[in-house]
Every structure is written in C-alpha cells, then in structure tokens.
C-alpha cells in the first residue's frame, strides 16, 4: 500500500469511528433519566400538534380538541353527569369509621385540596403510593375493609378530593432518590411499550392519535389525562377510576390486565401525572 | 366356508374398531402434548407480564372441544393458543428496548 493510501485509510477510519462516537452520545445523552427534559419535551409535543389549544385546556381531553366538543362539554358541565357520584363522596368522605375517626385524619390538610400531590413516592416503602391506594390502606388502617379499586365506591371517594382540589396545579415530586427515579423511568416505559394482540401501547393512542377517531370516541391526549380523574363515561353509564381505566384499556387491546394498583399501574400514573405537573386538577370528568 | 369368512369379518372389524381406538388415543395424546406446550408458553408470558386475551380464550376453546371428545378441534386449538403466546412473548422480548422508539424526546 502506497504511503498517501494509507494515510487517507486511515483518515477515513478516524472520521468514521468519531461519526459511530457522534452517533452514540446523543443517544447515550437521551438514555438518560431526565423527568425535568421528559415533561417539557410532552408539553412541547402536544402544544406543537394542538397550537389552537390552550396548555390547561388539555385536562378536558377529547373536549379540548375541537370547539363543537367543546361547547358540548360546556352544556354537560351545567347538568354534569357525575354530580351524583360527588354527592356519594362527599358523604362517605364526612361519615367516620366504626373507630370513630375519618378519612380526614389520614391525609394532610384534612384531604381537602390534596389530590395534585397524587401519586407521590414514599421513600419509607421506595414505591409509589397512588391517591386510590391511600384511601383503601386508610380503609384498612382503621378497621374497614378496602373498596374495590374499579367500583362506584372508591370513584365516588376521589371525585370528592378532585373536586376540593380543582384549580391547583398538578405538583408531582421525584424525590432525590434513585428508587423513585426507577419508579419514573419504569412508569414511563409502561407507557409507551405495546402489548396485547393488538399491538397497541397506551402512547399509539394518547400520544400518536389524540384528536382522532376511534370507532364512536375521540381519543384524549395524554398531556393532563389523568388530572380529570376519576369520569363518568357515557360509554360504561357510570364513573370509573384511574384503576378502571387503565385495566380496560388493557383489554380492549386484548391484553391480560394486571391487577389494579400493581407497581406497573402505579408506576405508570406517577411518569404521567409528573410530566402533567403544572396543568390544573379538572376531575371529576365526564367522557363521551 | 361360512365359518372362516365370519372369523375373517369379525377379525377385519375387532382390526378396524382397534385402528380406530389407536387413532383416538392418539388425538387426544397429541391433543395433551399441544395444550402442555401452550400452557407453559402462556406461563412464560405471564412471567414475562404480557399474556394476551386472546390466548386464554383459545386455550378455553380447546378444553371446551377436548371435553366435548373432538380431539382434532381441540389439538388445532392448543396449537393456535401456543402460536399466540409464542407471538406475546416476542411483543414483550423485543419490546424491552423497542418502546422507546415511541418515545417523545
């Protein structure tokens, strides 16, 4: 090989291991655990796609998407379909337990205006603790047994603290803890990971299709999904919980739910309720 | 002449109604090795925190005919259920790093 040939090989060489290096930190850089960049780079995503919608109109989810829904929403807010459900929570709420206290007693502030703090991470136990897992484990502490995760009861119970809470920001914290980081990364993964026959992750719909029709629905966008828990969905003729949401949208795509509050689900509410941080508590909603 | 052709009838028929007891015998042998290996694929899924719909009502669908002693039905069930949970654990396997392709960054 002559002298130049050689040189230039081994430029080439050079040039092509520092674009393979190129290529690989950028990656690298995003494999990175990085909730503050996540929940900006969602907020810019769906603002981007959605410019006519204002960031805390995304709450009321299918309603935000078009004014024709919109003004719908705005008729069903004056006679709203959840109102009994509100009703029923407030009144178990206020009603003590056979040991005499309340559930007030097991949440700060009296559980009044607390629900943006939900999920949280509770570094004692390193796992996530979810407002419906909060209610029963309170249930449970004082004497009572704990509600169904996906029934009227425990939708009733999260409607009442949505409601004292409405206005205030979603204020999700990831602690300083590499377990809750986990928590998050993991949570995040779930979310946009396909399963079921269908081959369907929760973002093929939230995320690649808000906006859009599927069958009779408008798919919601994912920015703020959750702030408008629990709803009343004309679709079941009855209020579901975040537990009831996510396990039938697990079978719809004929996948095998998992058990309601498992780490999986909880972990899930948690990267998606942070990357809402900001965005005002709208629940209890109403869904077509 | 009457005697040896009845002998040879009746040999023909214990051969045939023999032939016959072998052959669904072996269905249902088939019908157990096909709805096992399904089983242990759908476990496998399970473990993996991905079984489909889908698979558990083929699987159903299978006991329902091997009950009903309609082996051929049954063994193409088990077959399909095993095909399906086969596919879950390929979504869940690559999926590990495929998600984030969906990721928004």
């Known amino acids: 090989m002559r002298p130049r040939s050689a040189i230039y090989l081994a430029s080439a060489a050079l040039a092509l291991a520092a674009l393979t290096l190129a290529g690989t930190l950028p990656s690298d850089a995003a494999d990175k655990v990085d909730p503050i960049a996540d929940a900006k780079a969602f907020k810019k995503f769906f603002t981007d796609k959605f410019p006519k919608v204002k960031l805390e109109d995304f709450v009321n989810g299918p309603y935000s998407m078009n004014e024709d829904l919109h003004r719908q929403w705005q008729e069903k807010e004056q006679f709203p379909p959840y109102e009994f459900s509100l009703e029923m929570g407030k009144e178990m709420f206020s009603k003590p337990f056979k040991n005499g206290k309340t559930y007030a007693d097991c949440f700060p502030n009296g559980g009044i205006g607390v629900r943006q703090n939900y999920p949280y991470f509770d570094e004692k136990e390193g796992k996530v603790i979810t407002l419906e ?24 119970l999260t409607a009442y603290m949505a409601f004292t809470s409405r206005g205030k920001p979603m204020d999700i914290k990831i602690p300083d803890d590499p377990r809750a980081l986990a928590a998050y990364e993991n949570g995040k993964e779930y979310f946009y990971t396909r399963r079921g026959q269908l081959n369907f992750s929760c973002a093929t719909c939230h995320v690649q299709s808000p906006g859009e029709r599927i069958r009779a629905e408008i798919l919601a966008p994912a920015l703020g999904i959750l702030n408008a828990m629990p709803i009343y969905r004309s679709e079941w003729s009855g209020m579901g919980t975040t537990s009831r949401r996510f396990t039938t949208c697990n079978s719809q795509i004929r996948g095998v739910p998992l058990s309601p509050q ?23 909603g109403a869904r077509p | 002449m009457r005697n040896r052709m009845l002998r040879s009838a009746l040999i023909l028929a214990l051969l045939a109604a023999g032939a016959t007891s072998s052959l669904a015998a072996g269905s249902e042998d088939e019908f157990k090795a096909a709805y096992a290996a399904a089983e242990t694929a759908n476990k496998e899924a399970g473990t993996l925190r991905n079984q489909w719909t889908t698979t558990a009502a083929t699987l159903a669908a299978a006991k329902k005919a091997a009950d009903a002693g309609d082996f051929d039905k049954a063994t193409a069930s088990a077959k399909e259920a095993e095909a399906l949970a086969k596919a879950s654990i390929f979504q869940a396997t690559s999926e590990k790093t495929r998600w984030k392709d969906l990721e928004i960054r």
């Open chain 1, 133 to 156: 897992l909060a209610l029963n484990r309170c249930r449970e502490a004082n004497g009572e047994q704990p509600y169904s995760y996906v029934r009227d009861e425990m939708a009733a």
């Open chain 1, 262 to 284: 498992d780490d999986e689900y909880r972990n899930v509410e948690y990267y998606l309720s942070y990357v809402s941080n900001g965005l005002p508590i709208s629940g209890p």
